[in-house]
């Protein structure tokens, strides 16, 4: 959870503020502490959970406390936003309306019961700070299922993307092997014929299967090489549409540096799985990429403001640093505001 979301618990204040006008007696202050300090240590697990229950928990909270100090009436506001993040976004409005009018008639009830005003200031105020914070809440949940969306189609469109380039390989490999491999079994068949009575002709029909074979293998390794990777210019130009698309700020800063081909090859590679981590994973709304070149060594960074949190050493990452040590360079993460990758290799990719 974003550390700043903690800034919210300073309505808390309000729990203090029956105590201090009314010059109440040691129990009160004692039940605002309680109060206060209870709901700051649930308050992680809360905003970070799912479950409808912590909203409701948090409305009873406001309701039965209320009754002892009209400030709980905060509780209220929390649980506004709690519903934006447990609840469908067509179950709002009905919650969101029972809730003000909960708050409001119980801010009535207090006022006549006490025959004092600020009952009614205190829940008049948080039926506000409802309606604001369901306000809030829906946007952010409309922002959440798009995202979710988003994510659904990228995810399909990467998987369309997959079976298409299977194919495809599938395609270019019996294109690239199927005639030559045919042609090296009659060669090779012609010559164990040709063997015992003319060797000669059966060497040269070796010799040519040789040939075969080493232009085979040239072009397995040149259709092999396409696969790969776009280069760092095609990374770059789908990093820019994936990142248009969902919704986030790209930084770009990259120089143009003249790269061996395992040194693009890695470097591309990495890109495409730093882009595809942070659309899925990041929630950031601003992302750095950079390219530098200095003393033979090409760093490629790529950092974004999204939740950051420890990396686990899954298959993304790990594939990451093999790709890039296998050729001699270094690969490093860090967690601040945010989550920051940085690989460099030698400018001629040598391990």
Do not use: C
Not at 60 to 65: I, Q, S
Not at 190 to 217: F, M, W, Y
Not at 286 to 308: P, Q
């Amino acid at each position: 959870m974003p550390a700043m979301l903690y800034v919210q618990l300073v309505y808390l204040g309000i729990l203090f503020m029956q105590p201090a006008l009314a010059g109440e007696s040691w129990p009160s202050w004692l039940l605002a502490v309680a109060l206060a300090v209870t709901f700051a240590l649930l308050f992680g697990r809360m905003f970070a959970s799912t479950d409808v229950r912590w909203a409701r928990g948090v409305v009873l909270a406001g309701f039965l406390f209320s009754f002892l100090n009209s400030g709980a009436s905060v509780f209220y506001v929390y649980a506004a936003y709690l519903y934006g993040l447990s609840m469908p976004r067509h179950r709002l409005v009905p919650e969101y309306v029972r809730l003000v009018l909960l708050v409001i008639s119980q801010g009535v009830l207090l006022m006549l019961i006490h025959q004092s005003g600020y009952s009614g200031i205190s829940h008049g105020f948080s039926a506000l700070f409802v309606m604001i914070g369901a306000a809030v809440s829906m946007a952010d949940a409309e922002r959440s299922e798009a995202a979710r969306k988003l994510r659904a189609a990228y995810d399909e469109v990467e998987q369309v993307a997959t079976i298409a380039e299977r194919e495809r390989i599938a395609r270019d490999m019996h294109d690239v092997l199927g005639h030559t491999l045919s042609v090296v079994v009659l060669k090779a068949e012609l010559a164990g014929r040709l063997l015992p009575g003319v060797p000669d002709r059966a060497a040269s029909e070796v010799a040519d299967i040789e040939k075969l074979v080493r232009q085979a293998l040239k072009d397995v390794r040149t259709a092999i090489a396409g696969y790969r990777s776009t280069g760092l210019e095609g990374e770059l130009a789908n990093a820019r549409l994936a990142f248009e698309a969902a919704g986030i700020e790209l930084d770009e800063r990259v120089d143009r540096i003249e790269l061996s081909t395992q040194a693009e090859v890695a470097l591309a590679m990495v890109l495409r799985e730093a882009v595809t981590n942070v659309i899925r994973h990041s929630g950031a709304g601003r992302v750095g990429v950079g390219l530098r070149e200095a003393s033979g060594v090409v760093t490629l960074t790529v950092s974004d403001d999204g939740a950051g949190g420890t990396p686990t050493p899954g298959g993304g990452l790990s594939g990451m640093r093999q790709r890039i040590e296998a050729i001699g360079g270094t690969f490093m993460t860090a967690v601040d505001d945010g989550f920051e990758l940085r690989a460099s290799v030698p400018v001629d990719g040598a391990a």
